[in-house]
């Protein structure tokens, strides 16, 4: 599952693109043409630096994360500041001190993320799944698949929503289709591609081919897995409150829904630390209202449903990604240029 632009607005279509299992990153045009050879290398140095980094152990990389993160307090001020915003908008009741704190703490473990990314890619699958102490509602989703109408699972920026997605497909439930939006760099998009299919998933592009194989796989009675709380374009997109804060919120799940009769739950990957280094897998219901026929009542408890999950661990939620950026025409912008 990957942030990227859901083209969502074909969906009204009924689009059924024909399945294929090219790797999408072929499908690209030469993103290196005319690229600055400094990028290039920049891309090289950070693929070597996750190779060498996936030689240490989990515990080592949430050391080095932690470590990271407490510079990085310091020394990320775009990012520290768009945290800092982020949560004084979503959790108001807190006291300054206590904004402050979980600030801290979320770029911690965003760091943490971060240095982890090199086992959740790199190890061998059987490696990084081992590190699993814990799977919280999988009755839900052996439930919801048995129900033979498909399930997507949307899997939101909170914890290590990489290992989720590498989890989904290895879970006795079969087969399993990903949104995908590969990065511009050719070298890094076929990394992350290799990574996130080589547990199984069928990694579709997010296109309006991409779509129609979402549509299919549903109709099929399969699991589909999305990450819903990115900024979608406009055209994918409409106007709902998330923490209580206006946020263009994608209207791609509740139309997916509308049109199969899928059901729907929340799963993420928890970071825990007892009895050793590892993550819990959970999975969450969401809250009725996202079947409803009205769109503005199901993106209503998209967002709910979300929020509830992020409050489980708020401090492991993506704070530093400018989840308000786009603003209802009249209103100011949140956040400052660049």
């Given at each position: 599952?990957?942030?990227?632009?859901?083209?969502?607005?074909?969906?009204?279509?009924?689009?059924?693109?024909?399945?294929?299992?090219?790797?999408?990153?072929?499908?690209?045009?030469?993103?290196?043409?005319?690229?600055?050879?400094?990028?290039?290398?920049?891309?090289?140095?950070?693929?070597?630096?996750?190779?060498?980094?996936?030689?240490?152990?989990?515990?080592?990389?949430?050391?080095?994360?932690?470590?990271?993160?407490?510079?990085?307090w310091f020394c990320a001020s775009r990012m520290v500041a768009t945290t800092r915003v982020n949560i004084a908008l979503c959790f108001p009741d807190l006291s300054q001190s206590a904004q402050e704190s979980l600030a801290r703490r979320s770029i911690r473990e965003s760091f943490r993320t971060m240095t982890e990314t090199s086992a959740v890619w790199l190890w061998?699958?059987?490696?990084?799944?081992?590190?699993?102490?814990?799977?919280?509602?999988?009755?839900?989703?052996?439930?919801?698949?048995?129900?033979?109408h498909g399930v997507i699972v949307i899997s939101p920026?909170?914890?290590?929503?990489?290992?989720?997605?590498?989890?989904l497909n290895t879970c006795g439930c079969g087969p399993t289709s990903q949104l995908y939006q590969p990065p511009s760099d050719p070298a890094v998009a076929r990394l992350l591609f290799q990574a996130r299919s080589r547990s199984g998933a069928n990694m579709v592009a997010s296109d309006r081919r991409g779509v129609g194989m979402l549509l299919e796989a549903l109709r099929r009675g399969e699991i589909i897995g999305i990450l819903p709380d990115q900024v979608p374009p406009e055209s994918g997109g409409e106007f709902s409150r998330f923490f209580g804060v206006d946020a263009l919120t994608m209207t791609l799940v509740s139309r997916?829904?509308?049109?199969?009769?899928?059901?729907?739950?929340?799963?993420?990957?928890?970071?825990?630390?007892?009895?050793?280094?590892?993550?819990?897998?959970?999975?969450?219901?969401?809250?009725?209202?996202?079947?409803?026929?009205?769109?503005?009542?199901?993106?209503?408890?998209?967002?709910?449903?979300?929020?509830?999950?992020?409050?489980?661990?708020?401090?492991?939620?993506?704070?530093?990604?400018?989840?308000?950026?786009?603003?209802?025409?009249?209103?100011?912008?949140?956040?400052?240029?660049?």
């Open positions: 599952m990957a942030r990227g632009n859901y083209n969502e607005t074909r969906l009204r279509e009924h689009p059924g693109g024909r399945k294929s299992s090219r790797d999408p990153v072929g499908k690209r045009p030469a993103a290196g043409v005319g690229r600055p050879v400094i990028k290039a290398l920049k891309m090289q140095i950070l693929i070597r630096l996750l190779r060498l980094l996936s030689l240490l152990p989990l515990s080592a990389l949430r050391r080095l994360g932690s470590l990271l993160g407490f510079a990085g061998p699958g059987v490696r990084i799944l081992n590190e699993i102490r814990h799977v919280d509602g999988l009755p839900l989703l052996q439930d919801a698949h048995a129900g033979g920026h909170l914890g290590n929503w990489e290992l989720m997605g590498l989890y997916l829904l509308m049109k199969t009769g899928a059901r729907i739950l929340l799963g993420y990957a928890r970071r825990v630390a007892q009895p050793r280094a590892g993550f819990e897998i959970c999975f969450r219901e969401m809250p009725m209202a996202i079947y409803s026929r009205d769109l503005h009542q199901s993106l209503m408890a998209l967002n709910l449903g979300i929020e509830a999950a992020v409050r489980e661990v708020p401090e492991q939620y993506h704070w530093e990604y400018k989840r308000f950026k786009r603003q209802p025409p009249g209103l100011p912008k949140i956040y400052d240029a660049g």
